[in-house]
């Protein structure tokens, strides 16, 4: 057995694609689900670089991680300032982080070009920064930019960099091909290289951080890997600046699975499985659509129309399918006669306290189920990230909802001077009808405000969660002003770190955010009426 240490920058890197923009409860959100991957290193951000990142790392301190060591990034020390008054370097220590990784430029060119030093100073600046952390009680690792062009071009600088880390006390030196223009063959052949001149033996291993500007990332990765590489870098689901980095969630299932004779272990024993949930959860938090065609992740990965195909898959499916989809959390797709998802929702009804008199009962339940989402996934729902909502929906197709918290029966916003919003709410509890109206920030906002005005007096619970964060995706953009809408809310608990999503979708954005909004606020109440259930036996 060898473990490969993953690596991953979503949270970085991942970050710098265009249209990705993490709020701190979005890099939370995420950061738990990489944990309970079992990703080994989550790189957090620059601390210091923006105020988002210092608070990220502030409210990060707080979680309980069980599998992964969270770790900031940041460069070495400026040209002309000394290691202790250095703020770069200030604001990684202030992160708390057990491990920091630091850029440096590995390539001479790039040195007398860009940064315009000697090449001297730049090896002074690394030692100082590494020994000054290593100093302070954290692992560093070194992130080599441009390393693979400046091998080729100036090979001896480019190993007296790797020594001098290796001499300061870094523990990893990440091989990067920054413009992401290497072949596999070199990365292979340089990695193999520097493993054998420093042997197995030495403090200091290697690591690989591809860039997919030549759609060759996952391909370098596995050949660093193949030449003694400890650890990957990359993303999940590709994510990052240009044409994106390594995608993990590729890479990964490779490397374990392709490769059994070497026996690679990347995450912990059983994980496996979680990676298709993990792509499409992260996704939805990108606000981004999951590609579809995504290798082992994507919806097609694994789908096939009917005729020869599905007659083959019919009788083998290992002649058009060349791994397991259930090992990585994916399932088979007919087309033509859909067949598939009734066990995810039994396991479903398994895990939330859905009891059935027999399997019979629960695989008819589950077939309601199915018959419905994906009436609603046509329409352009997507629950992967949304399990409030589907749990809301699983309750209304079993008819398990019992008396409603109320009904809704009209909402409307107008937009007043073209600056304050107002929205009018008229909703039914019991027999009678209750009508409200309230200004707010946006339609949102406005109708949230309103409908809880109704509520408040019958529900004064509903003060106990409040709506943290709203996402909005056009599903089909080729209509432009008519496209459908999908909006997302996040709502949390005043007093807890507990927050539930919902979504909403519609042709109508305010339609869509109004849906979302009285799933956010029906799911709140029946959790507090749970808890006060729960607390009077």
Known sequence: ????????????????????????????????????????YVEGGWPGANPKDIDFFAEARKLKLENTKLTAFGSTRKAGTSVKDDPILA??????????????????????????????????????????LCGEGREVFVDAEHFFDGYHSNADYSRKFIETAAQAGASRVILCDTNGGSLPEDVYQITKELV????????????????????????????????GAVQVQGTING?????????LLSIIPNL????????????????LKELTKVARQVAEIANMNLNQSQPFVGERAFT???????????????????????????????????????????????????????????????????????????????YENA?????????????????????????????????????????KIGDKEYHSASLGNGPANALDVALRKSLRDFYPEIDNFQLQDFKVRIMDSHLGTAAVTKVQVTTGCQHTSDTWDTIGVDANIVKASWDAIVDSIV??????????????T
């Open 239 to 247: 994510y990052g600046e240009r044409c994106g980095n390594a995608n």
């Open 387 to 427: 399990a409030a909502s589907f749990e809301l929906l699983v309750r209304q197709v079993l008819d398990e909802n019992h008396e409603p918290f109320f009904e809704t029966i009209e909402s409307n916003v107008r937009v007043l001077n073209g600056q304050q919003t107002e929205a009018t709410v008229r909703i």
């Open 196 to 227: 054998s001149l420093r042997g197995e033996a030495e403090a200091i291993q290697y690591g690989i951080h591809a860039h997919n500007d030549s759609d060759l990332a996952v391909a370098n990765s596995i050949r660093a890997v193949r030449a």
């Open 1 to 40: 057995m060898r473990n490969i240490e993953i690596y991953d920058t979503t949270l970085r890197d991942g970050a710098q694609m265009r249209d990705i923009s993490f709020s701190v409860h979005d890099k939370l959100k995420i950061l738990e689900i990489l944990d309970d991957l079992g990703i080994a």
């Open 523 to 536: 799911y709140g109440l029946a959790r507090e009426k749970s808890k006060k259930e729960s607390n009077a």
């Open 91 to 132: 604001a990684l220590l202030r992160a708390e982080t057990e491990v920091i990784c630091i850029v440096a430029k590995s390539s001479a060119w790039q040195i007398e070009t860009t940064m315009r030093a000697s090449l001297d100073e730049n090896l002074e600046m690394l030692t100082e920064s590494i020994e000054y």
């Open 256 to 271: 374990e699975l392709k490769y059994s004779e070497d026996k690679l272990i990347c995450l912990p024993e059983g994980h």
């Open 304 to 382: 096939h129309k009917g005729g020869l195909h599905a007659s083959a898959i019919a009788k083998d499916k290992t002649s058009y399918e060349h791994i397991d989809p259930e090992k990585v959390g994916n399932f088979t797709r007919i087309v033509v006669s859909e067949q598939s998802g009734l066990s995810n929702i039994i396991d479903w009804f398994k895990n939330n306290g859905f009891d059935f008199e027999d399997d019979t009962a629960a695989k008819a339940a589950a077939a309601k189920v199915l018959e419905k989402l994906k009436d609603l996934e046509h329409q352009g729902y997507s």
